[in-house]
């Protein structure tokens, strides 16, 4: 973002106070500045909307940028809703962004192909991997990232309402697959399809 | 009284997408359930859904916006629609992940994404970290259900005995203009498709060209399959992405699947959990997919699938 002509770009997470560490990595790759939202338990993506919402009613940002889905709970459902609350455009699962004064050209990776919309910004875009490769960032960079401005703030310091939180139950693991048998040549292989009736 | 199911269809180029039979699988296991159809012509796509088995009525809503699935569109007449309903359903495909979190939003309602298990109702089992675990979580009592349906996860819904009535119903909800389809990028394929086949050929980074992707076309075509890849082939620019296979590409259940070149990353491994037979050709005898296997074979892709396509030429003798 900082290379594509932005005035700033401020990096903000909803999350523990051992956030800061991956806040001062992204000031490290080239954000301006930092806002963490402290919470303590875990918090769900309507929740996590919410804050972002006031978030931006406050910073006015022109493209808000996010992770398609969080590593852990797999929802993929934040950048939508955040787009909702603010009634802007949303472009999930981008591989591909071209920002103009006004507007965004996002490649969608959908299940049928490459999808291209054009939104007007402000707009959420929330990102696949495939988007770019991350900066390297080097020695210096993190020292300088040191000295930039982290905010810390508190939910309720932003007057979000917090949505009824769907309840967790139980966590079990998945029955796991067992390993069947390597076989040692083609001829064994098209002989254990054949009887799996395959072939 | 029983529960009210609304549960919207996914279509493309006017036909009803494959992935609405399988929602309406776990959606008429919930209450009596309502499919709604927003297109800009609804007619064919209505009367497909129409005739599935547990479809009480469709709802159609037929306005030229809806041509292309924009969410910023879809959601505040799907948000309009669900108004007195218990549940809220979409295909936990790109076009319900893109959809229902902007109607939950809307509605000011927690959503479930990619319920895989009804426990009862109001109780539900999803996979979290990448399908390692998996987490039964229950929705409050008082608010409407939402949730994403992994397809894979269920059997399609066939026709029914007769045919469910089609409502016409206009909206007057007023839709934004700030989000515009410009194209989509098909890729065009004479194979079976990804997410209906029931025999899948993928191929990994073990591949290691464009070029060499033609020995996994060629078993592929052999055997009447679909074609996939892990995430390392899209990445690498083997194949599009719409053939990745795993926990961000499409979560499948085909009776084969036979994945060449592919180390076995546990996202990729979260996208073919309910395959029934699994077949796994790698160099590597170390690689983790031959932990779920049902056969492995360890050699060179390059001279294991020619030799697998002669055997299976004379077998057909």
Not at chain 1, 170 to 190: C, F, N
């Amino acid at each position: 973002m900082a290379a594509c002509g932005a005035e700033e770009v401020v990096v903000a997470t909803v999350g523990p106070a051992d956030c800061q560490q991956q806040l001062r990595t992204a000031l490290a790759m080239g954000a301006d500045r930092a806002i963490l939202v402290e919470t303590g338990g875990a918090v769900q993506p309507l929740l996590v909307a919410r804050v972002f919402a006031a978030i931006q009613a406050r910073e006015q940002a022109g493209l808000i940028l996010l992770g398609k889905q969080a590593i852990d709970d797999d929802c993929n459902q934040t950048g939508q809703m955040l787009a909702a609350l603010l009634d802007r455009p949303q472009a999930t699962f981008t591989s591909k962004l071209e920002i103009t004064a006004q507007q965004a050209r996002a490649v969608r990776e959908v299940d049928a192909g490459l999808e291209t919309i054009e939104v007007d910004l402000p707009a959420v875009i929330t990102v696949d991997l495939r988007l770019n490769e991350p900066r390297f960032v080097k020695m210096p960079d993190i020292m300088k990232a040191k000295r930039k401005p982290l905010e810390v703030l508190k939910t309720d310091a932003l007057k979000v309402e917090a949505p009824t939180a769907l309840q967790t139950v139980a966590y079990e693991t998945p029955p796991k697959r067992s390993a069947g048998a390597k076989v040692k040549d083609v001829q064994e292989l098209v002989a254990a399809l054949k009887q799996r009736g395959i072939l | 009284m029983g529960s009210r199911v609304l549960l919207v269809a996914e279509h493309e180029h006017g036909k009803l997408n494959p992935s609405t039979a399988k929602t309406l699988a776990c959606a008429a296991a919930l209450g009596t359930t309502d499919i709604a159809v927003l297109a800009a012509q609804t007619g064919e796509i209505s009367a497909q859904a129409a005739a599935l088995d547990g479809c009480a009525k469709v709802i159609a809503v037929e306005r030229s916006e809806n041509a292309h699935a924009l969410a910023a569109i879809l959601a505040p007449q799907i948000a309009a629609l669900a108004q007195g309903y218990d549940y809220l359903l979409m295909p936990s495909t790109t076009f319900g992940k893109d959809v229902l979190p902007r109607v939950a939003a809307l509605l000011g309602v927690a959503q479930l994404s990619d319920i895989m298990e009804v426990v009862d109702a109001r109780t539900f089992k999803r996979p979290i970290y990448a399908g390692n675990v998996v987490v039964t979580v229950r929705v409050p009592d008082g608010q409407m259900v939402l949730g994403t349906v992994r397809t894979a996860s269920f059997q399609p819904r066939g026709p029914g005995a007769a045919s469910a009535p089609i409502e016409q119903q206009s909206l007057s909800a007023a839709l934004p203009s700030h989000t515009r389809f410009v194209e989509l990028g098909e890729h065009v394929s004479e194979r079976p498709d990804l997410q209906a086949a029931s025999r899948v050929v993928s191929g990994g980074r073990g591949v290691g060209s464009a070029e060499n992707f033609k020995v996994i076309y060629s078993l592929a075509d052999k055997l009447g399959a679909a074609v996939g890849a892990s995430r390392a082939a899209v990445d690498a620019g083997y194949v599009p992405n719409d053939m990745q296979v795993g926990q961000t590409g499409k979560i499948i259940a085909p009776e084969l699947y036979i994945a060449i070149g592919i180390s076995g990353a546990i996202q990729h491994l979260t996208g073919i959990k309910d395959a029934r037979t699994i077949v796994a050709i790698n160099k590597d005898s170390e690689a983790p997919i031959f932990e779920v296997a049902d056969i492995g074979i360890v050699g060179d892709l390059f001279t294991i699938i020619p030799e697998l396509e002669k055997l299976i030429d004379a077998s057909r003798k």
